[in-house]
T-cell receptor
Framework: DTAVSQTPKYLVTQMGNDKSIKCEQN?????MYWYKQDSKKFLKIMFS???????INETVPNRFSPKSPDKAHLNLHINSLELGDSAVYFC????????????FGDGTRLSIL | RKEVEQDPGPFNVPEGATVAFNCTYS??????FFWYRQDCRKEPKLLMS???SGNEDGRFTAQLNRASQYISLLIRDSKLSDSATYLC??????????????FGSGTQLTVLP
């Protein structure tokens, strides 16, 4: 009965590959997010979707493409992975406004070889 | 200037000590404020919201000074289990009127036996 669940938890792959991370929430929230936490532990927002509509798209390479098939799911596809993409990616969700408390998934640890 | 600034620490304190963390934010239009806690290799979790009048939750007290754009967290009678990174989080309105949370880089606390 996990509230925000991400898969996979660990992802180890080679440079140049394409990979996807999935996220699902069962909290009834209508806004979902992707964050990147780098080696310096700084947590930075990448994308936000509200009811399947993209509302925040920070300066992120266009190799990163989010997709929201419905308001309970937000997936992240990454093309042509680079060494600098190594990080922990967190999915989160919240009710309505994006400046309200957000609930986080337990993260996907991406390592690029 | 970073949008949300925190002293990174680390703070190493003995069990039972009182410890205070400070945070400043740059956007005077910010309307929501939180403290999150992140354990090593885990996801951020909401510790408490911060209200203008100040608020308390057990051993934790949060204060907000809008004039100085300053937020604080006080932990009394610290426990070993309080060891974590404490993230100061501010709700902002980004370009295009989208609302989002901006995270500080965190203050690391270690409570020693």
């Amino acid at each position: 009965d996990t509230a925000v669940s991400q898969t996979p938890k660990y992802l180890v792959t080679q440079m140049g590959n394409d990979k996807s991370i999935k996220c699902e929430q069962n909290l009834g929230h209508d806004t979902m997010y992707w964050y990147k936490q780098d080696s310096k532990k700084f947590l930075k927002i990448m994308f936000s979707y509200n009811n399947k509509e993209l509302i925040i798209n920070e300066t992120v390479p266009n190799r990163f493409s989010p997709k929201s098939p419905d308001k309970a799911h937000l997936n992240l596809h990454i093309n042509s992975l680079e060494l600098g993409d190594s990080a922990v990616y967190f999915c989160a969700s919240s009710l309505r406004r994006g400046d309200q408390p957000q609930h986080f998934g337990d993260g996907t640890r991406l390592s690029i070889l | 200037r970073k949008e949300v600034e925190q002293d990174p620490g680390p703070f190493n304190v003995p069990e039972g000590a009182t410890v205070a963390f400070n945070c400043t934010y740059s956007n005077s239009a910010s309307q929501s404020f939180f403290w999150y806690r992140q354990d090593c290799r885990k996801e951020p979790k909401l510790l408490m919201s911060v209200y203008s009048s100040g608020n308390e939750d057990g051993r934790f007290t949060a204060q907000l000074n809008r004039a100085s754009q300053y937020i604080s967290l006080l932990i009394r009678d610290s426990k070993l289990s309080d060891s974590a990174t404490y993230l100061c989080v501010v709700g902002v309105i980004s370009s295009g009127s989208a609302r989002q949370l901006t995270f500080g880089s965190g203050t690391q606390l270690t409570v020693l036996p």
